[in-house]
């Protein structure tokens, strides 16, 4: 993982909120919210929080003496992630998922959400998990299907790759979908100590307005940015465009029909 991957500043933050979050990100929140549905009290830490959005359908789902602790690696996301939502169970904090500042069995469940991928060592985050979760507490994540089970973003990677022959940005397939083998994800999780592992897949669809809003959002809201950047001063609208047209001669020019498929992890301490 270079350097870039979890680099998310600068103008990525509000891009990423406006046009991937209702995209990808808000169906599969709604999905792992439910699933915590049960709890009444208590608290949950969120890893990988990002501009908020998990943690807003958290506070929209559970009781307010349920105490969220929201946190992530990059404080330009938290601080967009706070100033769109201010609740007194909620507490935002910046914190490395792989080195946790918190006490052993400090929390009732531990979520994150197309988080895990950006770990450089997962095994690392996982323990971590393990240790702050309390006795039977459980441990719920989600990670991107293959991209080829996500025609939107497997669209654009591939539009992008086509614009740098010599030197394809490849940020789509090494990082946020490149994380799927569910033998793999079960195997590591079971490593770090958790014994019950299940994993389901789920499949969403979401609606664009046009091809141009996921192609702003994929282009320029990621850490592909970087890499488009990287190779290219001054051409990202120009790329962007080109994403646009490969999604419009895919889907037409009306909104666009977002297929996805994720995989939903649970494990219980």
């Given at each position: ?236 609208e120009d790329i962007t465009t080109k994403a646009t047209e490969a999604l419009v001669g895919h889907f037409g020019s009306s909104p666009v029909d977002n297929r996805m498929s994720a995989l939903v992890v649970k494990a219980w301490?």
């Amino acid at each position: 993982m270079s350097a870039t991957d979890a680099a998310f500043k600068g103008s990525i933050p509000t891009i990423y909120e406006q046009y991937l979050g209702p995209l990808l990100f808000q169906p599969f929140a709604r999905d792992l919210a439910g699933r915590l549905a049960d709890i009444t009290q208590g608290r949950i830490l969120e890893t990988a929080a990002g501009t908020g959005i998990v943690t807003r359908a958290l506070a929209k789902t559970l009781p307010p003496q349920v105490e969220i602790t929201a946190t992530d690696l990059n404080q330009a996301m938290l601080d967009l992630a706070q100033s769109r939502l201010q609740a007194p169970n909620v507490r935002w904090l910046q914190a490395d998922a792989q080195t946790l500042p918190f006490e052993d069995g400090s929390f009732d469940a531990v979520v994150c959400q197309f988080g895990v991928m950006f770990f450089p060592d997962k095994l690392a985050a996982y323990r971590e998990v393990l240790r702050v979760l309390k006795p039977a507490g459980r441990f719920l994540f989600n990670v991107w299907n293959s991209l080829d089970l996500n025609p939107v973003s497997r669209i654009v990677s591939e539009t992008v790759a086509k614009a740098f022959p010599d030197d394809p940005p490849r940020f789509f397939e090494r990082v946020p979908f490149g994380y799927f083998d569910p033998d793999r994800i079960r195997g590591e999780v079971q490593q770090a100590g958790f014994e019950n592992v299940e994993i389901d897949v789920v499949d969403k669809v979401s609606q664009a307005p046009s091809p141009r809003e996921p192609a702003i959002g994929l282009c320029q809201g990621t850490p592909l940015r970087s890499e488009i950047e990287a190779r290219a001063p001054g051409r990202l609208e120009d790329i962007t465009t080109k994403a646009t047209e490969a999604l419009v001669g895919h889907f037409g020019s009306s909104p666009v029909d977002n297929r996805m498929s994720a995989l939903v992890v649970k494990a219980w301490r």
